[in-house]
């Protein structure tokens, strides 16, 4: 890729892999809490957080991947981020076992998605960073939901 420029994004670990978001699209970072749960949804969606008085629907990033469940811990955190879906921004809670850091990646940096060796399909990588202590995966959220799933997610939601 030979984009110039800079891009921060918010470095987050699900089990010891290291994954980030683009800041632009964080909203906000919680603690940990219960969700109120939504039945008949899929695995992956926990149900809604309150945030403010608002609720917003909440999924477990490691079954959307497909990674084995895991309870939550202390580092547990909700990253609030603005999803574009379709022309429009949703709004998700994606469970994830830690928020690491704002990082400031080199775009020149970031090498494409390798379309084997990964657990989870190479549509859901915007790219790939390689630092010293191992890769950062940068993650595609609008790859993966499709416009079907969010509508179904926030169907089951209402």
Not at 52 to 69: N, Y
Not at 131 to 144: H, N
Request: net charge negative; aromatic share 6%; charged share 20%.
């Amino acid at each position: 890729m030979s984009v110039a420029g800079e891009l921060q994004a918010v470095t987050f670990g699900l089990g010891a892999e290291t994954f980030a978001v683009p800041v632009t699209l964080v909203c906000e970072i919680l603690d940990w809490t219960e969700t109120f749960h939504i039945p008949n949804g899929p695995d992956y969606l926990l149900g809604l957080t309150d945030l403010r008085g608002e609720g917003v629907t909440t999924i477990d990033l490691r079954r959307r991947l497909g990674l084995p469940p895991v309870a939550p811990t202390p580092s547990t955190r909700i990253l609030v981020i603005d999803v574009p879906v379709d022309g429009r921004n949703l709004v998700l809670g994606l469970v994830v076992d830690r928020v690491l850091e704002v990082s400031t990646f080199d775009r020149g940096q970031i090498g494409a998605a390798p379309d084997i060796g990964v657990r989870w399909p190479s549509r859901y990588i915007a790219g790939v960073v390689k630092r010293t202590e191992g890769f950062v995966v940068l993650v595609d959220v609008a790859q993966i939901f499709s416009s079907a799933e969010v509508n179904a997610l926030h169907a089951s939601a209402a």
